[in-house]
């Protein structure tokens, strides 16, 4: 089975600075995608940003982006420029290619990030 | 934009009474799923289905049902609420393959008591 883990249940940063999200994940895949999601305090989940497992270039988003190390299964979320807006759970998630064309989807706890003015 | 829409946002239910969640989305995906949402557990998937009327049970199925007559809809059913069964409930959607990713609801807040 397919593990997420996300250490850190709660951050804050200053609204313009640099902040990293660790998560980390168990498989025996070889061929799986990660994805980082955000819900706001609307509750309503969107797609931060995507990586395919067989590219070794880390996926950039304008102001996210992520460092992917396949061989540690470690994949963090690095939000520079810190927003208001980016106020948010943040979740980290491990999909793979199931049957049916099913994407079943794997997500960590989930770490709470507050940007403080 | 994806839509998929939750129809109850905030619900109160007595122990024993039998609850219907509704989710419907207007892109045509063909896979639909629900997960529970609970603190310091991140989200966990209670049943999926790629098809009308297919279905498959996720990690934590045990006290639910579900059931797709049509492609847009996915009803998730708890046949006699329990007070473990208080949570978070979200609704998703996606195509199929892996180039697509799941979009959400807003999600449903369901209280047992």
């Known amino acids: 089975a397919q593990t997420v883990t996300q250490s850190q249940p709660e951050m804050s940063v200053q609204e313009a600075e640099t902040v990293t999200l660790s998560c980390t994940y168990d498989?025996?895949?070889?061929?799986?995608?990660l994805f980082w999601y955000k819900q706001p305090p609307s509750r309503q989940m969107i797609l931060v940003i995507r990586?395919?497992?067989?590219?070794?270039q880390n996926a950039t988003e304008n102001r996210f982006s992520v460092n992917f190390q396949k061989a540690a299964k470690s994949f963090s979320l690095k939000i520079s420029d810190s927003q208001l807006g980016d106020t948010a759970m943040y979740f980290c998630?491990?999909?793979?290619?199931?049957?049916?064309?099913?994407?079943?989807?794997?997500f960590g706890s989930g770490t709470k990030l507050n940007v403080k003015p | 934009d994806v839509k998929v829409t939750q129809s109850s946002r905030y619900l109160v239910k007595r122990t024993g009474e039998k609850v219907f969640l509704e989710c419907v989305q207007d892109?045509?995906?063909?896979?639909m799923f629900w997960y529970r949402q609970d603190p310091g557990l991140g989200l966990r998937l209670i049943y999926f289905?790629?098809?009308?009327?297919?279905?498959e049970k996720g990690d934590i199925p045990e006290g639910y049902s579900v059931s797709r007559e049509k492609k847009e809809r996915f009803s998730l059913i708890l046949e006699s609420a329990s007070t473990n069964q208080t949570s978070m409930y979200l609704c998703?959607?996606?195509?199929?393959?892996?180039?697509?990713?799941?979009?959400f609801g807003e999600g449903s807040w369901l209280t047992v008591v």
């Open positions: 498989t025996s895949e070889n061929n799986y995608y």
């Open positions: 998703a959607s996606s195509f199929r393959g892996p180039e697509y990713t799941i979009y």
């Open positions: 990586q395919e497992a067989y590219k070794q």
């Open positions: 998630a491990f999909m793979k290619h199931g049957l049916y064309n099913f994407n079943k989807f794997y």
């Open positions: 289905s790629y098809d009308v009327k297919m279905k």
């Open positions: 892109m045509d995906h063909e896979n």
